[in-house]
């Protein structure tokens, strides 16, 4: 007793009474809360700002034209008449052609980091992956228009003009001057760009099979392929379509690559040698030269649609990667 | 063994064969594109480098010039972007971390869309400055430039942050909380200098990403062709100025590009392999 009431006295002039203090702290710890808050707050306004901003500043050209901006393929400044066929064409075709290359490279760089590389050689090559993702967009561009353009034009090209122009069906989609520049090569440089993303996301599912799932697999006597085919893909499907779905909205929105690449013309054409547009592509080239309000608008509008059907494809690729983590949670 | 079964695992053994032959062949595909990518950018760079890229501004056609302005510009707007992102995505990963327990559903949207966010086009953040900042303003400035940026810089932080915060262990927070320390100093002396590698690697990795970002400085800082001090006016960067020159018919303006890109690239590679870097050996330094 005595010794307690000693301690007591020692203690007690160094402290502001007790009450005080841990209003103060109080007071403190809400602010500091509050401000925590604003900041995570600015997450979601940011995301909305930007699609409610855009829609504000394309209401001018949705006014205008209505529903015919979307299927209308004229884009004439002068005549003042906009629609976004063909960029949104343009949008959706590269990015299939690098979903067709990725896809699959993909996989085959994802099959080989997690059951055929030796475990040292895992690391700098899947290093080595991700540097293909950090490199900028700029950098892609610029070798696209001096390395990768005339590569095409001089090598690639004729090649497909003589052995896949001439086939019914698909021949249209393979003959045409070997400009270089174009829906192909674009396509192709979106594919590499997005590569990292997808491969890295399928290494990453793959890791999370139970290793027990896969050794019944080998105690069953099936080959390495077939425990991938048969036992990691399928308990890993969703998170591997999510996979693919985030590297389609990374090429859906790529801008700078393409827009060296893809040649700038407002056209439409089935042949795949020939320049086009696509929505991002058209956005930069044009955005400063936009002269009057009704082209500014129908850019902004442009860059409304292109964030919304991101949005939509990021949505679905989040949802589906999701299910993966919960299902790892439990 | 019976024919039929012997021919079975041949075929089962001949297809897990090609399999592994497909999957090296898709990483050296790979591979040779980041191979080829780099040498071109190199070696054209190298070329192109030299003092005057640094000491002189950006040339009008047919004359000799650097990219000093442009490097410049790059240089405060890449600074703005991370100081105004960073300390942002610094206090929304913590909110994410530490205070919001007791909405789950609000927390887990906030990932959410800062998942979204992380893989939005940038060319769509700058059209958003574009609306609600140089279109009020009514000029182009480098401060709405380093806006954009600051957005791009935000999503990477507030999930680095998030995630580093969560792998501190909890004894940390019931030590700290058990001596009576208030939450926000717990949070900023105790939580912070525990993940404070996490939290650096997120800022470098973001400052990364803006390094070479083009798309949105297109339509907020814009471009300037001399050296210019002021901020709040249309600024050059290296990257547009890349766009520019490289989209050019002048081959002094192509030589200027592809330096531009040689400085680019280096940045971004010494930037992303040193963020990784720092993390690996402070993870090893950790655990020893």
Redesign the interface.
């Known amino acids: 007793m005595a010794i307690s009431s000693t301690a007591h006295s020692v203690a007690e002039p160094q402290r502001p009474s007790a009450p005080d203090r841990s209003a103060a702290e109080t007071r403190q710890d809400a602010l500091f809360r509050g401000l925590l808050f604003g900041a995570a707050s600015l997450v979601l306004i940011t995301l909305g700002g930007a699609a409610l901003s855009m829609l504000w500043g394309g209401r001018l050209a949705f006014q205008t034209f209505g529903w015919h901006f979307i299927y209308s393929a004229d884009w004439d400044p002068v005549g003042r008449h906009f629609g976004a066929l063909v960029p949104i064409y343009g949008t959706l075709v590269s990015s299939a052609i690098a979903m067709i290359i990725a896809v699959p490279v993909s996989f085959g760089i994802a099959l080989f980091l997690t059951e055929i590389a030796p475990g040292w050689l895992q690391g700098p090559i899947a290093a080595a992956i991700e540097l293909l993702a950090g490199i900028p967009s700029i950098i892609y561009g610029m070798w696209g228009l001096f390395s990768f353009v005339p590569f095409m034009s001089d090598y690639v090209l004729p090649w497909i003009n003589d052995h896949l122009g001439p086939l019914p069906w698909i021949g249209a989609l393979f003959s045409g001057p070997p400009l270089g520049i174009g829906m192909l090569t674009a396509g192709i440089v979106l594919g590499i760009m997005v590569i990292p993303f997808i491969s890295s996301v399928m290494r990453d599912v793959f890791r999370t099979v139970p290793a027990a799932l896969k050794e019944s697999a080998y105690a069953l006597g099936s080959t390495t392929w077939e425990g991938v085919w048969k036992v990691v893909l399928p308990y890993t499907r969703s998170a591997v379509v999510g996979g693919i779905f985030l590297g389609l909205g990374r090429a859906l929105g790529e801008t700078m690559a393409v827009t060296f690449v893809l040649g700038n013309a407002h056209q439409l054409s089935a042949s795949l040698l020939m320049p086009g547009n696509s929505i991002a592509a058209t956005i930069a080239n044009e955005f400063t030269e936009a002269d009057s309000d009704i082209y500014l608008s129908s850019l902004i509008a442009l860059g409304f649609l292109l964030f919304v059907v991101t949005l939509i494809v990021l949505t679905c690729a989040r949802l589906l990667l999701y299910n993966l983590a919960r299902r790892e949670g439990r | 063994m019976v024919p039929a079964a012997r021919a079975l695992m041949l075929r089962?053994?001949g297809?897990?064969l090609f399999?592994?032959f497909?999957?090296?062949?898709?990483?050296l595909?790979?591979?040779s594109?980041?191979v080829?990518?780099?040498l071109?950018?190199l070696l054209?760079g190298a070329r192109a480098l030299g003092p005057h890229i640094f000491t002189e501004i950006t040339p009008p056609p047919g004359a000799a010039g650097g990219l000093a302005n442009a490097l410049f510009g790059s240089f405060m707007m890449s600074l703005m972007g991370v100081a105004i992102g960073a300390p942002?995505?610094i206090?929304?990963g913590?909110?994410?971390s530490?205070?919001?327990e007791r909405r789950p559903i609000w927390r887990e949207?906030?990932r959410?869309?800062?998942?979204?966010?992380l893989?939005?086009?940038?060319?769509?953040?700058g059209?958003?400055v574009?609306?609600?900042y140089v279109?009020q303003v009514g000029h182009f400035s480098g401060i709405a430039g380093a806006l954009a940026l600051s957005?791009i810089v935000?999503?990477v932080v507030?999930r680095t942050t998030d995630e580093t915060l969560r792998l501190v262990p909890n004894m940390m927070r019931e030590a700290a909380l058990s001596l009576g320390i208030?939450?926000?100093k717990v949070?900023v002396q105790v939580l912070y200098r525990a993940a404070l590698p996490g939290i650096l690697t997120g800022v470098l990795l973001g400052l990364?990403r803006i390094?070479?970002?083009?798309?949105p400085l297109?339509?907020t800082a814009?471009n300037n062709q001399f050296w210019s001090n002021d901020l709040n006016g249309p600024t050059s960067s290296v990257?547009v100025v890349?766009?520019q020159f490289?989209?050019s018919p002048y081959d002094a303006w192509?030589s200027l590009?592809?330096a531009g890109?040689f400085v680019?690239?280096m940045v971004?590679?010494v930037l992303?392999?040193g963020a990784?870097a720092f993390l690996l050996k402070n993870r090893m330094d950790s655990n020893a």
């Open positions: 089962r053994r297809r897990n399999s592994k497909l999957g090296t062949a898709a990483t595909f790979g591979l594109w980041l080829w990518i780099l071109v950018t054209n942002l995505g206090a929304a913590t909110y994410l530490e205070f919001a949207s906030i959410f869309v800062n998942d979204i966010l893989s939005a086009p940038s060319i769509v953040l059209l958003f574009y609306t609600i279109r957005l935000l999503p507030v208030p939450r926000w949070t990364a390094t070479g970002e083009t798309a297109l339509f814009l990257p890349i766009f490289a989209m192509h590009a592809w890109a680019v690239t971004v590679l992303s392999v990784r």
